[in-house]
């Protein structure tokens, strides 16, 4: 392998570890503001003890997110320094809104945050934890924002020529509001409170299945399975507003979505398959017309196909492209599937009768992250063989300077270094799901205090 392919397998990789993490931040944190909210207006302690408890968590996933982010801006400059130059403007402008606008509003309440219980007023504490929480969908906003600038870029002209050409931005609101921020941030968000929704639901009906803190568990349960249903039936809406923008800004992103070959064509819609790119063929079980009743509302308005690009101006990797986007469409209707079916068991008052089903909702604290995951894979893999699109090509933006045995060495550390911070964190979340919300020591901040910093540290 040479140098491009092992800077973008070192950086796949490193992202794809920091995004365990701050989802579940923005999840977890939607829940502190409910569960806080809850105990001040109804004065329920069990709603107290949970929001207590699932900040412990939060610091858990909020300090490992800030410390594995850290590596990737030092990546830009080592592995990606072409790209650097060229998109320095305007990942400048966002990182620094980034800093001003969520960095500073999730420090300044994270110390009350973690360390303030009985030293300020309830809602004094419920003040700062929604500020932590509105501080980290601020951050998740710039962050997608530079990240749909390089997908449908706007607001900017280009100086300099040949390997000295960078990106000026010209109109910062409309380098923010490009083509695609808008619905690709709504979506993130909503991939967030997911995340935080299922991993609630998996955590308390695991203490459900063993008959530990049933009356906060049934709380926290009902609470996270209305959080669920209507944030999976709005991820079908978001999802839904994302592609029909891909299909007018990237046309061969979506193309490849759906394995769909003919230059102008009637386009279907697989359910699952395998593409065959020599024959330009998909094998699997399809829609006929379903991608073009989906973006025109009939089923035979032709859809672009990968056919009507250059060769070298598509997605190589298109089986891949596909099955990500697959994935993550089927982990998206069994969530929905999933609430629906269990909130009508709760209307029917026999939420908790099943046990096999509170199993399944141990194990679905998986879905999310997955499709978390695999959906970022589809939109940066079908983005190729663009950095930024239509403008610099990914083979042209890594750093020369570097060679593959320097990149090999330290994808190796980095694995090595995030296993262990992932066993460590799944050790220490481990730890907190057996202790368990209860503590005869809750009346004095000092366990908690001492649990923060063993983590942070």
Do not use: C
Request: no cysteine; proline share 3%.
């Amino acid at each position: 392998m040479d140098v491009e392919v092992l800077s973008r397998i070192q950086f796949a990789f490193t992202i794809a570890f920091h995004y365990i993490y701050p989802p579940l931040s923005i999840g977890i944190g939607l829940f502190l503001v409910i569960f806080e909210s809850l105990y001040l207006y109804t004065k329920n302690d069990g709603y107290h003890r949970l929001a207590r408890f699932w900040t412990k968590i939060f610091a858990l996933t909020f300090g490992i997110g800030v410390v594995t982010g850290i590596v990737m801006e030092f990546e830009f400059g080592t592995n990606w320094a072409v790209y650097s130059r060229y998109v320095g403007d305007v990942f400048g402008s966002a990182l620094a809104a980034e800093g001003i606008f969520a960095f500073a509003l999730e420090s300044g309440f994270l110390g009350v945050l973690l360390f303030g219980w009985n030293r300020v007023k309830p809602w004094v504490h419920l003040l700062a934890t929604a500020g932590v929480f509105f501080g980290s969908m601020f951050s998740a906003v710039w962050i997608v924002v530079a990240n749909s600038w390089q997908q449908t870029p706007a607001g900017f002209h280009v100086v300099g020529e040949g390997m000295e050409a960078r990106a000026e931005i010209t109109d910062f609101w409309a380098m923010v509001f490009n083509p695609s921020s808008v619905d690709r941030v709504t979506h993130v968000w909503i991939g967030a409170f997911l995340s935080g929704a299922f991993l609630v639901l998996s955590i308390h009906a695991y203490y459900l299945l063993k008959d530990r803190y049933t009356d906060i568990s049934r709380r926290a349960f009902k609470i996270a399975l209305v959080v669920a249903t209507i944030f999976s039936l709005a991820q079908l809406f978001t999802g839904h507003r994302s592609a029909d923008g891909v299909s007018v800004n990237q046309p061969a992103k979506l193309a490849a979505f759906e394995g769909h070959f003919d230059t102008s064509a009637p386009a279907d819609m697989y359910l699952f398959g395998w593409v065959d790119k020599e024959s330009q063929k998909v094998h699997g079980v399809y829609i006929p017309g379903g991608l073009s009743f989906l973006l025109h509302y009939d089923f035979v308005t032709p859809v672009t196909g990968l056919n009507a690009f250059a060769p070298e101006d598509r997605p190589a990797q298109v089986n891949a492209v596909f099955q990500f986007y697959h994935i993550m469409i089927s982990i998206g209707m069994l969530l929905i599937g999933l609430s629906l079916f269990g909130s009508y068991l709760w209307w029917k008052g026999k939420i908790f009768e099943y046990r096999w089903l509170l199993w399944v909702f141990v194990f679905a604290a998986l879905l999310p992250q997955v499709a978390n995951q695999v959906g970022w894979f589809a939109a940066e893999m079908g983005r190729q063989p663009w950095v930024v699109y239509g403008l610099l090509r990914t083979s042209e933006a890594f750093s020369l300077a570097v060679t593959k045995n320097q990149v090999l060495f330290s994808l190796i550390m980095f694995f090595v270094v995030y296993t262990l911070l992932f066993v460590l964190f799944i050790y220490l979340l481990d730890r907190k799901i057996k202790h368990g919300p209860y503590d005869e020591s809750d009346d004095d901040d000092r366990p908690l205090t001492k649990e923060i910093t063993e983590v942070l540290t």
